[in-house]
């Protein structure tokens, strides 16, 4: 049984995909624990109405980001997770923090990366005329948002779309690639070579989302 212990700044949706598709799908796998940097994250009362346990580190209460990860890799190593997720956690994380983690942390970032890494993805693609956007799972290392890649989702960018409407389409992709990325990782599927992800099984990596 794989421990799985996910981060969320709030809504937390894709970490909600993930618990259901564990449950629905049977995964040698549990999600362990649900961390939070912000308290009021309607994400931690989704979390324990499943029972799972839930935590708060509060970013606000540290006077420095290292005294801030150094809890809450104490937090975080007091579940022993096998696997820790970032889901909508909108914190950026230490150099220490990240290799004291390396190879059992992945992200999900809303963009088609390399492309518009860090904030504000919806909104670039559009204003840069894109007509797919899309978002990745990805290892994470210490350079933001550029570890390998495990799986990537594309959807159209409409003509009249807004950050909000492309936000929206690019969130239900997520939830689809997240869960089967995660699943992956638990079912021992991920392979890390040169620097690529490469699948043990014939599933595609990638998803065409029409929306
Ligand atoms: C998701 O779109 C996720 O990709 C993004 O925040 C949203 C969280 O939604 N993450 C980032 O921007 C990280 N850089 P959720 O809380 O409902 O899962």
């Known amino acids: 049984m794989k421990r799985i212990v996910i981060l969320?700044?709030?809504l937390g949706s894709n970490m909600q995909a993930i618990v259901r598709s564990c449950t629905l799908e049977g995964w040698s796998g549990q999600?362990?624990?649900?961390?939070s940097n912000r308290p009021d994250a309607p994400?931690?009362?989704?979390?324990?109405?499943?029972?799972?346990?839930?935590?708060?580190?509060?970013?606000?209460?540290?006077?420095?980001?290292?005294?801030?990860?150094?809890?809450?890799?104490?937090?975080?190593?007091?579940?022993?997770?096998?696997?820790?997720?970032?889901?909508?956690?909108m914190r950026i994380l230490g150099d220490d923090f990240v290799v004291r983690y390396e190879g059992r942390i992945l992200n999900i970032h809303p963009?088609?990366?390399p492309s518009f890494a860090g904030l504000y993805t919806h909104r670039r693609a559009i204003e840069a005329?894109?007509?797919?956007a899309g978002a990745t799972v990805h290892f994470v290392t210490a350079a933001l948002d550029q570890g390998a890649i495990v799986?990537?989702?594309?959807?159209?960018v409409l003509p009249d779309d807004t950050p909000q409407t492309l936000s929206a389409r690019v969130l239900t992709a997520e939830h689809l690639i997240y869960p089967r990325a995660v699943r992956w990782f638990v079912?021992?599927?991920?392979?890390?070579?040169?620097?690529r992800v490469q699948l043990a099984n014939a599933e595609p990596q990638c998803l065409f989302w029409a929306g």
């Open 151 to 156: 799986a990537q989702a594309a959807v159209p």
């Open 31 to 35: 999600v362990a624990a649900v961390i």
């Open 43 to 89: 994400g931690l009362v989704f979390a324990a109405r499943q029972g799972i346990a839930t935590a708060v580190v509060d970013h606000l209460q540290y006077p420095s980001r290292d005294r801030f990860d150094s809890e809450l890799a104490r937090v975080i190593d007091g579940f022993a997770p096998d696997l820790l997720l970032l889901a909508g956690f």
């Open 187 to 195: 079912e021992d599927q991920l392979r890390l070579r040169d620097g």
């Open 8 to 10: 969320i700044s709030g």
């Open 129 to 132: 005329g894109c007509k797919l």
């Open 111 to 113: 963009s088609l990366l």
